[in-house]
Structures are given as C-alpha cells and as structure tokens.
C-alpha cells in the first residue's frame, strides 16, 4: 500500500461505494447516505463488480489544437470522452470563476477541474459527473491509468477520484502512485471510491456534498498557498520594479492587486519561469482575459530596460503555453540552463579522468582560495636603439617578418632578449601606426622600450620574446582579406598596441597562484582577471606617465577614448576564464551567420562590419595570436611548450615550498608528460578555436604546423617519451 497515505479520505467520513454495475441515469437520484470512514483508513476492498470493457480505451483530450475551446460532453465509441458540459442548455449550472482574498490580494478562482478514474461508466461515476455538473466544476473522466496521468498533466485538476472497487481494471493504489509521482500532484486532492459492504451512496447529492465540502477544504487552501507561493517566488526573482496598482492602475501603496491568478495552475509545471508574463498568461483556453492581463503586464515591461537573455527567456515562456507538454518540459530545461551564469563553461565530465586537462583549466580558468603574499618585481632598463641602427643581420631578419613561419627565437637571440622593440618598429611603422597616432619615430621606439622593459626577462615563458610571438601573429592576422575587411585603421591599431603590452609586467605565476598567494594584485583586483586587469591598467599608466613616451598625446580626446576602450577590451579578452565565451560568440554571431549566406557577399560584408561583430573579431584575433604557439612551425613549437612547462614547474616548486596548494599537479618536473600536456592543451583550448578561426580567416598554413605538432606531441606519447624531443638513438 505504498500510495495508501495520499489517498484522501474525506473529512465528512463520506466513503463511496456501490453494490453493481448499473447505470444509474444521470437524471436519477438517490438518497444521500453516509458511510463510516475510520474503518476504511487507506484500504482498498477489491471487489468483481466489472464487466468487460472496451480492449482499447484512449483518452482523447478535451481541446484538439486547432479547436475551439469550449468544453463539450461527447462519447465517442469505447473511447473516453470526457468533458463537463458547462455550457449547453441541459446544464444548470453556470461554470464562473470565483473570487477569494487572501490578505490584500483578490484571487480569481477558475471553476475547480475534476479527474474521475474509471474504468468503466456506471452509477457511481454518473453521480460524481453529475454532481460537478451541480456544483459547476469541470469534469475529466479517464478509463486507464495512463490517460489519466496524461489528462492530469495537461488540466492539473483540484480533484481526483478514483474508482477503486475493480482490481481488474487497475491497481487504485498505483494510479494513485502514478499521479503522486508527478509535480503537480501535491496540489491535487485525491479521494477513493472503495467498494461495497458499508454504504451505498451513488446518489448525486452525496457527491455533490463531498465534492463541496472538499472545495471549501482543501481545494481552497492549496489555491491560496499556491497564489502566496507564486507572489513571493516571482517577487524574489523579480529584477524589475514592481508597480502595486488598483484595477484602474491607480498607483496602492501596500496594496498588491492580483487581478488573474488563474495561470497559477498552469505555471506549475514551469516553476522556474518567474517572468511576469508568463505569470500572468493563460494559454489558449481564455483569450479575452489574457490580453487583459497582458496589457498590464506590458505596461510594466515597458517602464523598464531589458536584457537580451530576458528577452529571450520571455520568448521561450511564450512559445511554451501553446507547446505540448513534452516540448515545455524540454523548454523549462533550456530554460534552466540558459538561468545559469557560466553559459560557455564547458562541464569536464567527459574528462575529468584526464589530469593534465584538469590542471590546464583548473589552473588557467579557476581561482582558489587567498593568503598573502609579496610579489617579486624584476624591472629591466631599456637599451637605446633606433630604426637607422638596427644592424644590417637584424634588419635582414626583419625582412621575414610577414611570412608565418618568422622564426621570432633567431630574433631574441641577435637581439640580446629585446625582439619586441626591433619588431615593434618594423610592424607599427609598416601599418602607418605613427601616423595614426600622430607621434614620432622617436616617441614609438622609447615606448616600445619602456614596454619590453617591464616585461621580465626571468620569465621562461611570459617575458617580452612571448609579447613580440603574438605581436607577430596579430600583424599576420590583420594582414588576411577577411580580417583586412572588417577592421578599420583604429582597431588595427589597438590590436597592435594590445599585442604588444597584453603580458606586461607578467610575474611568472598564474591567476590561480596569485590568488591562493593573497598577491598585492590578487586582492586589487578583487581575485578576478587579475594579471589581464594589471597588465591593460599598467600599460596606460607607464604610457602617460612620461611625455617622451606618451603615444597618445597627440590624439584627440574622442579617439584616444574609443582607441582605449578597444585596446582594454583585447588585453582582458586574453583571460582564459573567458575563452569558450569568446569562441562561442564569435562561431554564434559570425561563423554561422556568414555560412548561412555563403554566396550573398554585400551580406557577409554587414555581418563582419557592424561594431558588435568587429569587437568579437578584434578577441578572437588577439586569443588566437595569443595562444598560436602550437600553430607555428615544429621548432618553434617544441621550443614553445618547454618555455611554458618550465614556468609552470617553477610555479609548482615555488607553490611547494612556500605550502600553497599546487594549482596544477601534473606540472612537476620530476613526474610531468610534456606531450601528454600539450595533447591537452590542443585537444581542450586550440582545436576549435583556430578551427573557427581558420574558417573565418583562411589559414591553411596554420593547420596543416597544427596537425603536424598534435603528430609529434601523439608520437611521443605512444612512445611513453614524456619530454620535449624524443631519446637519441641508441
Ligand atoms: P597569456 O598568459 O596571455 O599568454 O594566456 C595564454 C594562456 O595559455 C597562458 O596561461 C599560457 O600559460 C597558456 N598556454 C599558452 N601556450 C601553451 C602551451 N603550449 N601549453 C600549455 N599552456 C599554454
Ligand atoms: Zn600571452
């Protein structure tokens, strides 16, 4: 009896029962009788009253789509039917909605909705069909407890009464079970008809009384705590403000004035919906008061500013009231997800059995917990140097600067580690950079100096030869047809500048060790884009702070606001905590867009050109420049991922030795597989980027170093090598 408890036996002590399965007419009534209940608490007597029923029962529901609304009484061959007839001329009964209070608030009550389950039609489900008729509650009937469950989904009704007298039929206590393990169920009161041996009682007053009585019980008090529910949930997600208005929208104070609450049965099955229109709409089967309500709902929408995901979560809730219930369970699920705040967050359940993906993004894209703990600040002394002294071995270098496969560590050598300055020169001037800008030659080269100086030379990684790699993928990139045509000369210039100083002052150490260390900059940045933040605020400060340095000062105040904000927007669009948001925006907005309209060029041209696509554009070029190390030829790839493991070792040493957690375990020097890591690395962070981006900008040259790296980093691996290079031959 594991459903016994729900059932409901009512208050009154009025238990139905029948001796046979004769019809009563609908017309006939019988005397009122009263049974006693406390003998009966929760148990069924199984009875073999039934005769044969029809071997297919269906239940067919009360609106077809495209139907009109109003409830009809049909009896459609074996099949069920079911509906109360509320507005045909034999009814007595008007079906009209009633008015309760709760507090200050008037709740308007639609007609209560009755399930009767039963198998087959007799005497006793005709007194229950007619005593809603009396009381002018609608009326389902349902013959299997599968139309019943269905039905129910669909009308969520107040009463429940199942026929419990004809175990052939079905088991009372699992259709019960059935309609309980639904959500809407625990507004619903269910009552048993149980069979014979106390009272006879198939008359229609008896069942108009328990019906009543059960109304003005329990039925009333779910309707007003479901009201107060509904209010209090949708006032604590509300982010708008909320207008207390008369029916005449007199502006109350104190006074909430709810002026349909009839939605209420419907939302339950979209509880997290909290917007106001879909608290306040009924679906299809009441058109008239809908628009009413929606008139006045939209009254408050209009006061206020909309964001786009409350935009689109309005849509969804519109399209669910006139969905089936299976596509609005789907929707409430989008629904769900869309309501959470790291939409482009990957869930690593796929691979949360691979530890170096784990530590990658676990170190790139968390923060952890905080203690405090001193930087370490290495500031390096600029070398004077000027175009016209650039040696003729550097200069001939330079002459490869536009080709991919540049090979920027030829440049770091012959450059004593200052390659960002000398191809800092060569790259801004051959984009008219100083023209842009207004400044001298001289005014270029002291602030590339002063920017490589405060980048750290002690880094493996992050130091000014890493700013100069991207410097020189972020030129290759602005220098492709399609990149070309959707940028204009200032956000070229940004990307340069961005480019340039997007690691500046980089202390070796992740976002993640700063945070656990309680760095100076973790807790000025509040644990959030700490090194993105410091590097774009520290790139302005050192830029104004000396005039001989300052490459915007003879810009004008409009242009070097708009330059700023782009060249801001770059530097922390780097921060990887980020990355799947960038990636997915861009494939969303432009990718995808622009293979819908393959042929229409005016078309694609408006796609790439509108101000929100080109700031997606200017991200995905300066990440991709960022993070291009595994695209570049397999020496510079090789040397890449040493650099980079090594930064990483250190940080674990250092986390070691100073007791702070280790942000990344699997970068320890003694245990770690560089493959392995970089498999990773490609396989998590680089594979659909550049896939996205080489679509978007035609970079076959790109993909193919890309392949070939992922080979060797696979190679190594299956070779149980866990080092950069594979063991010499023996
Ligand atoms: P940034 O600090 O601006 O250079 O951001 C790029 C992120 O990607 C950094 O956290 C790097 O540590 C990481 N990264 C770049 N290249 C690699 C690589 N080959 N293997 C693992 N991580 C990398
Ligand atoms: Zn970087």
Redesign the pocket.
């Known amino acids: 009896m594991g459903c016994a408890p729900s059932i409901h036996v009512s208050q009154s002590g009025v238990i139905y029962c029948r001796d046979s399965d004769e019809s009563n007419s609908p017309h006939q009534t019988t005397t009122i009788s009263q049974g006693t209940a406390a003998t009966l608490h929760g148990l069924f007597i199984k009875t073999d009253a039934a005769e044969t029923i029809p071997s297919v029962i269906t239940y067919q529901s009360r609106h077809s789509r495209n139907n009109s609304c109003r409830d009809r009484k049909e009896n459609s061959g074996g099949h069920v039917r079911i509906e109360a007839e509320t507005q045909t001329s034999h009814t007595s009964v008007k079906v009209s909605s009633t008015e309760e209070c709760v507090g200050p608030m008037r709740l308007t009550q639609e007609p209560i909705q009755v399930l009767l389950v039963f198998a087959k039609e007799d005497s006793q489900s005709d007194a229950f069909w007619w005593a809603c008729d009396r009381a002018g509650f609608r009326c389902n009937i349902a013959r299997t407890p599968e139309s019943a469950v269905e039905c129910f989904l669909d009308k969520h009704h107040e009463i429940i009464v199942i026929d419990g007298r004809h175990s052939r039929y079905f088991e009372p206590e699992a259709v019960c079970r059935m309609i309980r393990a639904t959500k809407p169920s625990e507004n619903t009161v269910i009552l048993a008809v149980l069979p014979q041996k106390f009272v006879e009682n198939s008359s229609v007053s008896a069942c108009y009384n328990e019906l009543i009585q059960i109304e003005h019980g329990e039925v009333r008090c779910q309707f007003k705590l479901r009201a107060c529910n509904s209010v209090f949930t949708a006032l604590e997600h509300c982010q708008e403000a909320v207008e207390i208005t008369s029916e005449d929208h007199i502006i109350q104070v104190g006074h909430i004035h709810v002026q349909q609450c009839h939605s209420l049965r419907h939302r339950d099955r979209r509880k997290d919906s909290m917007d106001a229109r879909s608290l306040s709409s009924r679906g299809s089967d009441a058109p008239s008061l809908q628009n009413r309500r929606y008139s006045s709902v939209a009254r408050i929408h209009s006061m206020t500013i909309e964001a786009p995901i409350t935009k689109v979560i309005n849509i969804i809730n519109a399209a669910q009231e006139s969905s089936p219930v299976t596509v609005a369970e789907a929707l409430d699920r989008v629904l769900e997800i869309l309501r959470t705040t790291e939409l482009y967050s990957p869930q690593l359940a796929s691979k949360e059995d691979d530890p170096h993906t784990n530590d990658l993004v676990g170190g790139l894209m968390s923060v952890r917990g905080s203690q405090y703990l001193k930087m370490l600040h290495h500031s390096q002394l600029a070398i004077p140097v000027t175009l016209n002294d650039v040696p003729p071995s550097i200069a001939e270098m330079l002459n490869d600067e536009e080709c991919w496969e540049f090979n920027i560590l030829e440049l770091e050598a012959a450059t004593h580690k200052r390659p960002l300055t000398y191809l800092g020169l060569k790259i801004f001037t051959s984009f008219g950079v100083c023209d842009f800008l207004n400044c001298s030659e001289a005014m270029l080269r002291s602030w590339l100096q002063l920017i490589e100086a405060s980048y750290h030379s002690s880094n493996s990684y992050?130091n000014s030869t890493?700013?100069a790699d991207?410097l020189h993928a972020t030129a290759y990139f602005l220098r492709k047809e399609r990149v070309k045509s959707s940028l204009d000369q200032l956000d070229e210039v940004a990307a340069l500048i961005a480019a340039t100083v997007?690691?500046v002052d980089?202390p070796g150490r992740t976002n993640s060790f700063l945070c656990n260390a309680g760095s100076e900059l973790a807790i000025l940045y509040n644990d959030t884009a700490v090194l993105e933040s410091h590097h774009a605020a520290l790139a302005f400060q050192l830029t104004v702070r000396d005039g001989k340095s300052n490459i915007f000062k003879n810009i004008d105040r409009n242009q070097f606001r708009t330059l700023r904000q782009a060249i801001i927007d770059m530097v922390l669009a780097?921060e990887m905590t980020r990355h799947f948001e960038h990636v997915s925006k861009f494939v969303n907005s432009i990718n995808k867009p622009m293979a819908s309209i393959n042929s229409d060029c005016e078309g694609q041209a408006n796609i790439r050109n509108s101000p929100e696509n080109r700031l997606l554009i200017k991200r995905m070029l300066i990440k991709c420049a960022?993070?291009a190390n595994p695209c570049r030829p397999l020496e510079l790839c090789i040397e890449w991922a040493g650099r980079i493991s090594e930064e990483y070792f250190a940080q674990t040493d250092e986390e070691k030795r100073q007791g702070l957690p280790v942000v990344m375990p699997v970068f320890d020097r003694n245990t770690c597989s560089v493959p392995k890591s970089q498999i990773s690395f490609i396989d998590y962070f680089i594979t659909d980027m550049f896939d996205a981006w080489d679509a978007f900008a035609s970079l076959p040259g790109l993909m193919e170093h890309l392949s070939e790296n992922y080979k060797y980093w696979k190679n190594l691996d299956e070779m149980k090598c866990k080092s950069l290079r594979p063991p010499p031959p023996s």
Do not use: Y
């Open positions: 992050h890493h700013a991207v997007h690691d980089h780097t960022d993070v």
